[in-house]
Every structure is written in structure tokens, then in C-alpha cells.
């Protein structure tokens, strides 16, 4: 998602099939024709690759009197293994979710207990992976991996581990990891169709220093060491109320990258209303010039988090798909 490498024609306008099929439902070839600039024919041929895949579904509508053939995503056609390692009080918990690339979920686990050790977690992936095995494993993260090692990460005994080749030769699946925020803003851009502008989220957790995603043209900002939005090694005095230092946090951002969408995930930290719009005026105080941006207190940590891993997990897939 970070990357710039360069794909192949068929390739790109594959791709290019599968996220409009996905945007827009149901396309006929000529709606296609008309979205990608290919002709009819072009797309024909596309199509014909794409349903040996088993990719898509068929069916039929009627204009002006005539049977035209539509087409959409068939999300069914496969499966993603969705964990969530995620902060619950002064502990680091799991989620695990089977979901189909719609990111609807087939079936959910909740691990209660207190992640400690690398083998503890992947006891509970192999657990679930054996009972119905995901095409690919999509692992969220507090924290990142860098150079295949996870690194800044709150579990202290998963520190320094590589947890995605560890997974990958327990499990026999292919397997990412995804710092949290990341892929929280990554999956709240796109489905509020701001990912191909500047969307930027910043995450409260309770008992943690703040992180923040930058979504730019549809790609993930990483850094040139993979430590973009590690904001804790940032200037912002972390002596100051919570209150302030969102205040500040928020400034940086928008003053730095100017945003079309920034969402603060607060959920953790029980602001009133009356905290939250002192928040916003005090952003217009300040920041007089800056008038187009949206600033979002409302959405759900968690569920962005899910959101964020299935869309990520969907993007690999389609690329994939393409790819083949």
C-alpha cells in the first residue's frame, strides 16, 4: 500500500475493474467502458480473467427494453483472518474475526485474557485458523513492525519478535501486520471516499503516549523508517491535561498537512461535550485560515479498527487477483 512500484497495464486496469465494481455495486461492461476510458471489448476481456477467478457475480437488468449483463464483487469468494491487539485497561487483549472481503464477519472471538507471550497468541490464531483457514491473516498492531521485527509495541514480551513469520509458519497462511491507527484511518477514509485526499486520525488510548495514520492519494504514509505518526516523539508536553494536549496534537496536524478529513478516536478517554467543542473553538482560535477541513469526534475506535484491517485485507486480495 506504501509502495510505488510499477504494475503492468492489465494489472492496473484489473484493479481498476475490481474498486470501481466495489464503489459503485453493479456496472455493465459499457458503464465500465465509460468509468476506465477502455472500450467494451477491452473490458470484455478483463471481465472473462476475472471470472475464472471467481471474483465476481453475474446478473442481468433491463434497459430500454433490452437484457444487459451487470456485475459485482462476489465478497464470498474469500475469507480474511482479522486479529485486533487492542488495550483494555492495563491489559493488551485479542480479537479474532473471520470476515468475507466485504469485511463482514462470518464469525468472532474475543481472547479474555492478558496477551504475554508470542506463543501464547498464536495458540489462539492457530485455534481459530484451524477450525476455517482465511486466505490471508491481517494483523493489527499498537505499535510497528520495522525491518520484519515488531518494534514500539506495548507488549513488552512480543517486542523484538516477527510475529508475521512467526504466524505464517504456525498457521502455513500469508500474514501483515498493521500499526492500529493506521489502519483505523486508512479504513474510515475509504469508506467516507476521502482516501484518494488528505485524511489524517490521531489515537487517544487511555494509559499510552497518542498515534496518528496519514492517508494520502490512497496511500498509507509510513515514513522513511516506517515511524510516521509516532507522535510521542514529538514536542507536545505530555504533563499537560488530556484536553491540551489534544488541543495541541490537532494543531500540529492540521497546521502540518492542511487535512480534508481528521478524526480524533477519544473514545477511551470520557470527554464531556462541553470538553470537545472548548476543543474545536480554541482549533478556530488558532487556526483562523484553515476553514475546508472535517473534524470527526464521533467515530468508533474499534470499529474502524476492523473496518481498516478488511479493507486493507481487500486491497491485497484485489491486487493479487490482478496480478495472477
Do not use: W
Request: aromatic share 6%; charged share 20%.
Amino acid at each position: 500500500m506504501t509502495s510505488n512500484s510499477k504494475i503492468s497495464a492489465r494489472e492496473h486496469n484489473l484493479q481498476s475493474i475490481l474498486h470501481l465494481l466495489h464503489i459503485h455495486k453493479s456496472l455493465s461492461a459499457k458503464q465500465l467502458s465509460t468509468l476506465t476510458g477502455l472500450s467494451v471489448v477491452s473490458i470484455n476481456k478483463l471481465i472473462e480473467l476475472l471470472e475464472l477467478k471467481n471474483i465476481l457475480t453475474v446478473d442481468f437488468t433491463n434497459t430500454r427494453g433490452r437484457r444487459a449483463k451487470t456485475y459485482q464483487i462476489n465478497y464470498q469468494a474469500y475469507t480474511l483472518g482479522a486479529l485486533q491487539l487492542h488495550e483494555v485497561h492495563d491489559y493488551i487483549k485479542a480479537n479474532y474475526s473471520l470476515i468475507d472481503l466485504s469485511g463482514k464477519i462470518i464469525s468472532q472471538t474475543h481472547y479474555e485474557e492478558n496477551i504475554t507471550s508470542v506463543e501464547q497468541l498464536l495458540e489462539f490464531i492457530k485455534l481459530h485458523t484451524d477450525e476455517s483457514k482465511p486466505q490471508k491473516i491481517i494483523v493489527g498492531i499498537p505499535g510497528d513492525e520495522l525491518n520484519g521485527y515488531l518494534q514500539l509495541i506495548d507488549v513488552k514480551a512480543l517486542r523484538g519478535i516477527k510475529l508475521s513469520k512467526a504466524i505464517e509458519v504456525s498457521t502455513d497462511i500469508d500474514t501483515i501486520i498493521v500499526n492500529d491507527i493506521n489502519a483505523c484511518i486508512f479504513g474510515a477514509a475509504s469508506s467516507l471516499h476521502e482516501s484518494q485526499n488528505i485524511a489524517a486520525g490521531i489515537y487517544f488510548p487511555k494509559l499510552y503516549g497518542p498515534g496518528v495514520g496519514i492517508v494520502i492519494n490512497d496511500q498509507l504514509i509510513t515514513g522513511a523508517d516506517g515511524l510516521a505518526g509516532e507522535v510521542q516523539y514529538g514536542t507536545v508536553d505530555q504533563k499537560e491535561s488530556p484536553k491540551n494536549q489534544i488541543i495541541d496534537h490537532l494543531r500540529n496536524i492540521i497546521s502540518l498537512i492542511n487535512p480534508n478529513l481528521l478524526i480524533a478516536y477519544i473514545d477511551e478517554l470520557n470527554l464531556t461535550d462541553l470538553e470537545i467543542n472548548q476543543i474545536i473553538q480554541t482549533l478556530h482560535r488558532y487556526l483562523p485560515l484553515h476553514q475546508n477541513y472535517k473534524l470527526d469526534f464521533n467515530r468508533n475506535f474499534q470499529d474502524d479498527y476492523l473496518l481498516g484491517l478488511a479493507t486493507i485485507g481487500r486491497n491485497i486480495i484485489f491486487k493479487k487477483l490482478s496480478g495472477n
